[in-house]
């Protein structure tokens, strides 16, 4: 069974096929979701889903970078709240910097760059404290993600760039440090040359895969609404790349993200 490692499950829930899209994913070969954690207004939602489905749902809590607003710091003193909860977040995340969707005046965009850059790195603080791993966001920064990494002392080991879109360098860097890229549906479109190349250059031994659901389909599904059934169109791809059998890269990424969220 695979582990869909990175999904949003709100929007889903909203529309009300949440049910519909577990049983897809469980029809799919999908064991286990990871919910992913943006801002407070999906935080209580997660844990209680968690809590209803304890063995398909688990999630994350944590302030992305681009829902950055100004009761930041509100929002990050509720985090360890979550944490004293049963069930309680398998990591932080997704947290780090987006320097794509930044306003046009240069003015503005560096005020939004530098308070990332403090919501980021209070987050990894919060993490290094607790223990617990790290999901992060990089568009467009990924050299200054790294930077605000070492900045903090973080444990790489803890570290996973999720929807990993860079090259064999930048994951050649991560893995050096001891930390991975996890890969999307975007491994399989046609010019995502270097994201193949990285997925190569990183190999099995730290392997996720992930949805980003409602996101990123992955071919033959692009362009529809992602949902975490579809992993495994990413899965077979992957394990086409690498030249493995799908059940061994199943059953391999699945141990790994097991163990970096410590699943059990």
Known sequence: ????????????????????????????????????????????????????????????????????????????????????????????????????????????????????????KRQLELASSMNCPVVVHSRNSFYECVKVIEKTGADWSKIVFHCFADGPDEIRLLNERGGRGSFTGIVTYKNADDIRAALLEQGMDALMVETDAPYLAPVPMRGKRNEPAFVHH???????????????????????????????
Request: glycine share 6%; charged share 25%.
């Open 234 to 264: 990413t899965a077979d791809f992957c394990a086409n790349l690498l030249d493995m059998d799908r059940e061994e890269f199943a059953h391999r990424t699945t141990a790994n993200a097991r163990l970096f969220f410590n699943l059990g």
């Open 1 to 120: 069974m695979l582990i869909d490692s990175h999904c949003h499950l709100e929007s889903f829930h909203r529309k009300g096929i949440l049910a519909d899209v577990l049983q897809n994913a469980s029809e799919a070969g999908v064991g286990q979701l990871i919910t992913i954690g943006t801002s407070k207004k999906d935080w209580s939602l997660y844990r209680q889903l968690a809590e209803q489905h304890p063995d398909k749902i688990a999630y994350t809590v944590g302030l992305h970078p681009t829902d950055v607003e100004d009761d930041w710091e509100e929002q990050l003193d509720q985090l360890p709240a979550f944490f004293e909860d049963d069930p309680s977040p398998v990591g932080i995340g997704e947290i780090g910097l987006d320097h794509f969707h930044l306003p046009k005046s240069p003015t503005e965009a560096e005020q939004i760059k530098s308070r990332q850059v403090l919501v980021f």
